[in-house]
């Protein structure tokens, strides 16, 4: 059972444009949520995160949206530029003791093409 | 470098044998965690360690255990291995336990032939 889908495999756009990468959820105990880069030969490096208690946050050209009534959460990169070319993976996280556990999804290839 | 190390980057294997991947953790971070990432799956969480106890499980494998030494550093063994375990694992480390935040080493490559 996935908890978390990021259900575009792949999405190109072009430099200086809006790239909108979208995450779908089922667990409506997640509280916290996160996305990650990854370049090749790489490990994931943190990007940005939003808490369930609140609907938008922004750092320089990352946004990231939460709907929750939707159970759903996108992140907006403007404007695209070549070295956000990555593997963006999505996650979210329920419990804080025995119970914790921070689930990713399969990821999507962001190719931004000059 | 995200200060969390992992070694060895890759290694290849046969079925049936035992290997152990080794994590060292961000200096001052208590916690270690071990994701594993096949072939179009994403991260499986497998299993955390804070300050050298285990703290939550997840899709870990009865073939597969692993520890944290007292001088945090973490190691994960597989054991029985199947062609199905090939995989990147990964290990993250965080300063305290149910971290939202997590810093990502850069994975072994593991591949069983």
């Known amino acids: 059972d996935q908890q978390v889908k990021q259900n575009s495999p792949s999405l190109s756009v072009q430099e200086g444009r809006i790239s909108i990468l979208n995450c779908d959820y089922t667990n409506s105990m997640f509280d916290y949520f996160l996305w990650y880069k990854k370049y090749p030969a790489e490990g994931p490096t943190f990007l940005i995160s939003i808490s369930s208690i609140k609907d938008k946050n922004e750092d320089g050209r990352f946004t990231v949206f939460l709907n929750k009534s939707a159970k759903h959460l996108s992140l907006h990169i403007v404007p695209s530029q070549p070295g956000d070319s990555a593997v963006y993976f999505c996650?979210?996280?329920?419990?804080?003791?025995?119970?914790?556990?921070?689930?990713f999804g399969k990821g999507t290839l962001l190719t931004v093409n000059p | 470098d995200s200060g969390v190390t992992q070694t060895p980057k890759h290694l290849i294997t046969a079925t049936g044998q035992r290997v152990t991947l080794r994590c060292s953790p961000r200096?001052?971070?208590?916690?270690v965690y071990w994701y594993q990432q096949s072939l179009d799956q994403g991260l499986q969480f497998l299993i955390q360690y804070y300050n050298g106890e285990e703290r939550a499980k997840g899709n870990i494998l009865e073939r597969f255990s692993a520890q944290q030494f007292p001088d945090l550093h973490s190691e994960l063994n597989l054991s029985s291995l199947e062609l199905g375990d090939s995989a990147l694992y990964f290990c993250?480390?965080?300063?305290?336990?149910?971290?939202?935040?997590?810093?990502f080493g850069a994975g072994s490559r593991l591949t069983v032939l």
């Open positions: 993250a480390s965080s300063v305290g336990f149910g971290a939202n935040v997590l810093t």
């Open positions: 996650a979210a996280k329920v419990g804080g003791g025995s119970n914790y556990k921070l689930t």
């Open positions: 200096s001052g971070d208590l916690s």
